[in-house]
């Protein structure tokens, strides 16, 4: 079972719907999960990041973590345009800083 | 706002060669980090960096690699004997923090080797 696994997508919608971005994972030991977004030919962009579980918000993302399924989501409200991307989460153990990487997922946000 | 910056931003050399791949880290950021993205696949952390030595290296971060910090601003990978399998993007990133909670990545540097 890989580490990691990310729906590569592509995803579309259309502007302003709810987009639902996820990711699950093997590895219990995993404490820190985070969500990147990066955009053609650019580095990886920090959006959220989360440490166990829960769930953290940040303006029109959010970002959820149920560490009994080992899933983690990232929801965008009102989606953008500009909120076209491939969206990769990437998680950690606590006790060091290799971070492990889904595929990620392309999304096309259509006007 | 201040970014890790990498050059440079496009790099082919030929089979066998040695590449240095150059980054600067944000300037109050500690610790220093490699990975790569082969095009279609994943992002592969190769190694991270502190106190002017490697922390942690994953098994792609064989004999072939290296890192150094040569002067207080500078960051950098160089592969000897580059192989057609090192095709990639390589971004470097930094933290303030040894969570790596909050890495920042450099706009990478795609080496094409031929």
């Known amino acids: 079972q890989k580490e990691v696994e990310q729906d590569p997508g592509p995803l579309s919608v259309p502007e302003g719907a709810i987009v639902s971005l996820n990711c699950t994972y093997s590895?219990?030991?995993?404490?820190?999960f985070m969500w990147y977004r990066q955009y053609s030919r650019k580095g990886p962009e920090l959006l959220m990041y989360?440490?166990s579980s829960g769930n953290k918000e940040d303006g029109r993302f959010t970002a959820q973590v149920d560490k009994s399924s080992k899933y983690i989501s990232l929801f965008i409200r009102d989606s953008q345009p500009s909120d076209s991307a491939t969206y990769l989460c990437?998680?950690?153990?606590?006790?060091?800083?290799?971070?492990?990487w889904g595929l990620g997922t392309s999304l096309a946000v259509n006007p | 706002e201040p970014e890790v910056t990498q050059t440079p931003s496009h790099q082919v050399t030929q089979m066998g060669q040695e590449v240095i791949l150059r980054c600067v880290p944000i300037?109050?950021?500690?610790?220093f980090y490699w990975y790569r993205q082969i095009l279609g696949q994943k992002v592969e952390f190769l190694v991270s960096?502190?106190?002017?030595?490697?922390?942690?290296k994953s098994e792609i971060f064989d004999d072939q690699f290296s890192v150094e910090r040569p002067d207080g601003s500078n960051f950098t990978l160089k592969i000897r004997s580059t192989k057609l399998e090192d095709s990639a993007m390589y971004f470097c990133?930094?933290?303030?923090?040894?969570?790596?909670?909050?890495?920042?990545f450099g706009q990478g540097t795609r080496l094409t080797v031929v």
């Open positions: 990133a930094s933290s303030v923090d040894r969570a790596n909670t909050e890495a920042f």
């Open positions: 300037s109050n950021h500690l610790y």
């Open positions: 590895n219990s030991a995993f404490q820190y």
């Open positions: 960096f502190y106190n002017n030595e490697i922390s942690e």
């Open positions: 989360t440490y």
């Open positions: 990437a998680m950690r153990a606590g006790n060091n800083r290799k971070l492990i």
